[in-house]
């Protein structure tokens, strides 16, 4: 749903629905407890691969990818009667604590 150089889809989604473990992990990684992220049913987190799968090499334009990717969740959203809303808010320095892989 999003283009990609070489066929490697560098972005991973990771999420947690609402009152599950994991749930309880993301609400708390969250730095702005605003009432719409509060009441959301689900976090979901878009994460780049770094580096290239079939050659280990670093890329460039990783996160560019994410972000068509996010346009492209958000768009197709409210066909799936999802309200998709991105945000900037999270510990970024702990990723382990959101389960997101080093690379």
Not at 33 to 49: E, H, M, P, T
Not at 90 to 95: G, I, K, M, N, R
């Amino acid at each position: 749903m999003a283009p990609s150089s070489y066929n490697n889809q560098s972005w991973r989604f990771i999420y947690a629905r609402r009152g599950t473990p994991p749930g309880r992990r993301s609400w708390g990684c969250s730095r702005e407890q605003r009432l719409w992220a509060r009441n959301g049913a689900a976090l979901v987190v878009i994460a780049s691969k770094s580096t290239y799968d079939f050659n280990g090499a670093f890329s460039l334009h990783a996160l560019l990818r994410r972000g068509r990717r996010l346009e492209n969740f958000a768009l197709r959203g409210p066909s799936r009667a999802l309200v998709v809303h991105g945000m900037e808010g999270f510990d970024t320095q702990s990723p382990g604590s959101l389960g997101i892989p080093e690379d």
